[in-house]
């Protein structure tokens, strides 16, 4: 079993940035492939970005690329998610996400290839 903490979200101005972290503890979290997804008011939970057991693989939907960084830190069982010149579009939950598969394949797009789940944090975009 898996528990994952989302933290670092806040209120933001547009062209502004910020950092999530997600600190897993339990379970083999370097084993593990982390994604991001994100959930706005009244929409359904949409895929951000993932990555590899390694580091080695990134996906990003793309509206994000180019914006966003995932990366990881397997000593300290944490993946960020960098956001950086964020949009009012932006603003919603955002969850990070384990799937006990260590690489990525094409369903790391969705929202049922990931077991364990944080509870979110708010991320708010002011135009």
């Known amino acids: 079993q898996v528990q994952l903490v989302e933290s670092g979200g806040g209120l933001v101005q547009a062209g502004g940035s910020l950092r999530l972290s997600c600190a897993a503890s339990?379970?083999?979290?370097?084993?593990?492939?982390m994604g991001w997804f994100r959930q706005a008011p009244g929409k359904e939970r949409e895929f951000v970005a993932a990555?590899?057991?390694?580091?080695?693989?990134?996906y990003y939907t793309d509206s994000v690329k180019g914006r966003f960084t995932i990366s990881r830190d397997n000593a300290k069982k944490t993946v960020y998610l960098q956001m950086n010149s964020l949009k009012p579009e932006d603003t919603a939950v955002y969850f990070c996400?384990?799937?006990?598969?260590?690489?990525?394949?094409?369903?790391?797009?969705?929202?049922?290839?990931?077991?364990?789940w944080g509870q979110g944090t708010q991320v708010t975009v002011s135009s």
């Open positions: 996400a384990a799937d006990q598969r260590p690489r990525l394949y094409s369903g790391s797009y969705y929202v049922e290839a990931y077991a364990y």
């Open positions: 990555i590899s057991w390694n580091g080695g693989s990134t």
């Open positions: 339990g379970g083999a979290f370097s084993n593990y492939a």
